[in-house]
Every structure is written in C-alpha cells, then in structure tokens.
C-alpha cells in the first residue's frame, strides 16, 4: 500500500495524539527568544524554557512536525539523502514518561502502523563515560520490545572511539541488533553553560545496499557509506551543563526527532528522499525546463530542488526574510544563487524560472503551511529581484576576466589566471568558478595555481563558519535577568513604533542576548532623529510607570478576538500564551509571546535606542540597550 508524505505526517502526528499528545503547529523558521540560532534547526529549540520547567499551554505531552533548516549541510546537498530545508516529526515529554513508553511507542508505530519489516531495524544506545553512566535501561527495554515481535536483539560490540569508525571488525547483524557508541550517543548543542543534555537512542533502518569500502573496511550501523539509514532519535534530555559540569534536571524530558524525509523515502520504497512525493512535483518541472532528466544529472537536480525549496519556505515564513548580505538574508542569497548557477550548468535558458520552482513547491505544501500561499507574491517577487541581481553580478564577472584578458594578451603573453586571482573574481562578483574556467577555455587560457582557489576558498569557508558561530555563540537557553528584560522590552518597543507610526508596523525577527536587543519591523523608511526620540521616550515612560506583566493561556480565536498582535501561525483551536503590559484597563501591549519576562517594568532601567537601520526591502532594524 502506497503511503504519501501527507498520510506518513499525519499518521505520526494522530499516532501521538491517541497517546495524550497535543498536536502543536510548527514553530517559525526564524527563531525568537534564542540568539543562538540563525535558523530553527529541530523541533526542540522553541520548547527549550519547556524543557527548563516552564508549563506549556498544551501541557507535558506534545508533538508536531516542525520546519527546521540546517545550514551546515548546504555542502552535501546533492548525495541523495541530504537536504537543507527538511521536516521534523517530533514528540515530547515534558517531565512526564520516559524511556520505556517512547521506545516502545516508537515501535509500535514503525512496525504496526507503518508496517516496516522489524528485521531490517537496528537502534544504537550510549556507552557511558567517566561521569555518565552506560544506558543498560535502554538496551533493556529495546530487547524487550524486539521481543514481542519474535526477534532477539542481543548487543553488539561497544565503540567508544570514533564514531564513524565503528568498532574495527566484521559485524554479524544477524546475530546483532544494539550498539552502544560514545560521541553519536551523547546529545548536547554546545558547550555553553546552561545547554542540555543526554544520553539517545537512534534508530536504524537497513536498506540493504553494499557496503562502500572507501568510507572504512568494515560497515556499522553508523557507517557513513548508505547502507544504515538513520530514521529517529529519542534523547533522553535529563542533564544541565554547569560550570561543575553536567547535573541532573529537575524533570527527566524525552525529545524525539525523526527526518520525515528519509522516513517516507523508506516507507515509498526508494533509493534515494528526492524521488518521494516530497521532491517529485519539482524534479519534474526542473526536467521540463532544462530538457534533460534527474537520473542523468542528479547532483544539480537535488541542488536545484533542495535550495529554492528551503529558499521558498524561509521567504515564505511571516517574518519576511528577503535575501540580502547579512544573517538569515545571506543564506536566502547563497541558495538563490547556487540554484541559478546550476540552472545554467544544465541548460534552463527561461527567464525568472525559479518563478516555477516555487509555484510548483508553494502548490504542493501550501495545505500543511498556508503562509507560503499567504506570502506567495513576496516570494516570487524576492526571487526576480534576486535573479536580476545575480545576472548583474556576472556581467560584472565577465567584464573582470575580460580585463585580465586582455592586459595579459597586450604584452603578447600565454592568457592565465591565478588561483588568486580566480578566488578573487568569485569572491567579489558571486562569479562561480565554472564558470570562469568556462570563460577561461573559450579564449585558450588556463588556471594556473588551482590548489591556490581550494586554499582561498576553504579560508573563506573556515571564517563564514566561525564568524556565525561567534556571532551566534551562547547557552542554549539564556533566561538572564538581563536578558529577560530585553525580551519584556521588545514588546514595549512594538507597542511604541505601532502607537508613532502606525499599526501597519509588525515583527519581522529579533535577536536578544544579556547584552543588547536587535528588532526588525515593518516600515519602508528610515525614521528621523526625532521619532527614534519619541520612541525612546514612550518606552521608558511605560518604564517609570512600573505597569505590571500577566500571562494567560488563550486559544488563537480568543486571542484574534481581544485584538492580541503576533503571528498566527498556531492551528485554530491550539492554545497559546497571551502577554498583557498594563496598569488597570490602561494596556499598554497586548501579545503572543513564548516568554521569557519581568514581571514589572519598573525593573529594566532606561531603554536606549543605539542604532537604526535598514535590514532588507521595507524591513528597519533597531538595536537598544538598557542602562541602569
């Protein structure tokens, strides 16, 4: 029986609802209250004050699947099984069960409701370290379930080097079932004080395929060679870092996530996530704009498909992230152009085609996430502008090898280009280096030096990545004093710019740390001295006027009637928290808020505007302080 990816998403979802699990919608692409995060990467990172203690309106059971993009696989994107932009089916208990019930839930859902074969599964548990005991609950209890389907599941052997490694020898998997590893097993984000942590437990699908040598002599079922698929994670999310290192929470949580990707490719039975209905519809219009076919040309196909379709959902998201040379709007501009560039690199010669990209996307999920129809024209709109831009920036290309050309040629010397040079055409013009080693061979040149190019190229990398990690740096939850009354004085500075300029103006993203808040909003021009003034001055009147903080729980009906401001992206019916600013039946804000915050105003000090600027097309950013 063919199951599509709409059957697959709600089965797990309904699964988990029948076992007293609320259905919550997924959370925006672009995180808030966590300065840590370019992007939502998983369905853990918006339940974090959740998982600290904090109660969630839907209570201690919860599950959805989540928009989540991860940045640091935009370089495999094209191995067939990775992607940018992905689907997380996750539940999550709130201090409530524990290892038994989720791995036993789990499979009952893989095997009695998904019908997957039992044989073909395998699971990997944490083998424990100086401070962290080996999980012997968990192969306990994943024996006891391989049992009730007549299978005996006995450990393998341990790997407590590297993980991608494995244990060194030929593995029975006949005979073996459980293999407990050291660095796959453990789960924490960072090393920041204040992260969490635990002991997991992954699930393993065998899909048959020969092991590759090349990838090590022998196969694991955390061999990166294809054969094991990884298909889900339960995280025993029971440990805090502090500076005495990692202690106990006061509730034992469970975080599952599983790749609806990999999981419906599985359950369609195909080789590879980009021929499930989930990336069908568009492969097949890539097909028809190029004239070639996926199977002949499948690295730039799933480039192609991946980037505009994580492109299509970050732009599609309510917050309106157009592409530009900053955070979020960089790696909008990064896949665009990826996408583009291996367009022409198999022969779509139409105009704005990203255009049918993402009208085929929005077509195909804009029933699961209605704000991709809700902001369809802002997408393709972006998408012009950006290929108009792109096209620019490789006029400018041209004319660049063009001059070395013919300076070179002039002194009646052999046409080269240095690795330097290339990387320097690449790096200030987007200009791609097959390109120019296209343009290079059409006038009967050469690089020479290319190791130069990958040496340049990989600095460049190397300085990206560690620029965005430093910039994102940070505990995975910061509920700081300091940090929580940035957070209370971001509402009060929406309230502020809604009262001066119009309550046109929304929230498109903000990042707070313990030492400043940063706030974009909708507004198509830059503000004057004097209303930065009277902004400043509305917020820390509201300040002196110590009004008081209260919280209620509302259905998102409830709150639309009582004129509450926030994106309403939570299903009808769905509960959410609801933040009052008030001083008697003087409201001063009225909004959807995940928290954290003060309970009065009086206790952040004075509000300081320290800078105004643009963000992106009709976006302004504001940064404030708060001095004592």
């Known amino acids: 029986m063919f199951l599509s990816s709409k059957d697959i998403r709600n089965t797990y979802l309904n699964f988990f609802n029948s076992k007293e699990h609320t259905i919550i919608s997924s959370a925006s692409l672009i995180p808030q209250n966590d300065s840590t995060l370019l992007f939502t990467n998983s369905g853990m990172s918006p339940l974090v004050p959740y998982l600290l203690g904090e109660k969630h309106p839907g209570g201690s059971r919860l599950t959805n699947c989540q928009k989540s993009f991860r940045t640091e696989d935009i370089e495999d994107v094209g191995d067939n099984r990775h992607t940018t932009f992905f689907e997380m089916l996750g539940n999550w208990s709130l201090g409530d069960y524990f290892k038994n019930d989720q791995l036993n839930w789990w499979y009952e859902l893989l095997i009695d409701k998904f019908k997957l074969d039992s044989k073909k599964l395998y699971q990997s548990v944490y083998v424990g370290d100086d401070s962290i005991e080996k999980d012997n609950d968990s192969i306990r209890i994943i ?7 007549g299978i005996i599941a006995d450990e393998g052997p341990e790997t407590t080097g590297k993980g991608d490694l494995g244990p060194g020898f030929e593995i029975d998997f006949n005979k073996y079932r459980i293999f407990a590893y050291r660095d796959k097993n453990w789960w924490q984000r960072g090393d920041a004080i204040g992260e969490l942590g635990g002991p997991d437990s992954e699930t393993f699908y065998d899909t048959g395929k020969k092991h590759n040598p090349k990838f090590g002599r022998h ?5 990166d060679c294809g054969r094991f698929l990884e298909i889900g994670n339960s995280v025993f999310m029971q440990y805090q870092k502090t500076k005495k290192g990692w202690v106990p929470l006061a509730n034992k949580n469970v975080d599952f996530g599983g790749g609806l ?3 419906t490719m599985i359950l369609q039975n195909k080789d590879n996530i980009f021929e499930t209905d989930l990336f069908i519809n568009v492969l097949k219009k890539i097909e028809s704009l190029s004239g070639k076919k996926y199977r002949d040309n499948m690295s730039p196909f799933e480039i192609i498909a991946d980037h505009l379709k994580a492109a299509t959902f970050i732009m599609g998201d309510d917050k309106g992230i157009t592409p530009s040379n900053v955070d979020q709007g960089y790696v909008v501009r990064r896949l665009i152009r990826r996408a583009l560039r291996y367009g022409m690199q198999i022969g779509i010669a139409k105009e704005s085609w990203t255009y049918d990209i993402a009208e085929t996307i929005i077509s195909d999920y804009s029933e699961i996430y209605p ?7 802002f997408i393709l709109n972006s998408l012009n502008d950006e290929e108009n831009k792109f096209i620019k920036t490789l006029e400018k290309g041209l004319i660049e090898v063009e001059k070395i050309y013919n300076n070179i040629i002039n002194k009646g010397a052999e046409f080269t280009i ?3 040079q290339a990387f320097n055409i690449y790096q200030t013009y987007g200009f791609p280096i097959e390109m120019i080693h296209e343009e290079i061979k059409k006038r009967n040149g050469k690089i020479i030096n290319e190791e130069d190019f990958q040496k340049f ?4 990398q190397d300085t990206s990545r560690t620029a965005a990690a430093g910039k994102f740096k940070g505990g995975l939850a910061d509920h700081s004093i300091k940090t929580t009354a940035l957070h209370t004085a971001a509402h009060l500075l929406l309230a502020a710019l809604r009262k001066l300029l119009g309550d046109q103006v929304t929230q498109k993203g903000s990042n707070i740390n313990a030492e400043r808040l940063r706030y974009d909003f909708s507004y198509p021009s830059k503000l004057t001295p004097s209303e930065l003034e009277q902004i400043e001055n509305l917020v820390n009147d509201a300040i002196k006027k110590n009004l008081s903080i209260s919280q209620e729980e509302l259905t998102v009906n409830e709150a639309k009637k009582r004129n509450a401001i926030g994106v309403f992206d939570s299903k009808y019916g769905e509960k959410v928290k609801v933040y009052k600013i008030a001083k008697d039946s003087d409201v001063f804000s009225y909004e959807i808020c995940g928290g954290p915050h003060l309970d009065y105003t009086g206790k952040m000090g004075k509000f300081k505007i320290t800078k105004e600027e643009s963000s992106s097309a009709g976006v302004r950013r504001i940064k404030a302080i708060l001095i004592k």
């Open 261 to 263: 990707e990999r999981i």
């Open 418 to 420: 240095t690795g330097e």
């Open 371 to 377: 704000e991709l129809d809700r902001n369809k024209n």
């Open 457 to 460: 190229f990989k600095k460049h």
């Open 143 to 149: 024996s006891n379930v391989f049992s009730k389907y």
């Open 219 to 223: 196969c694991h079922v955390n061999c």
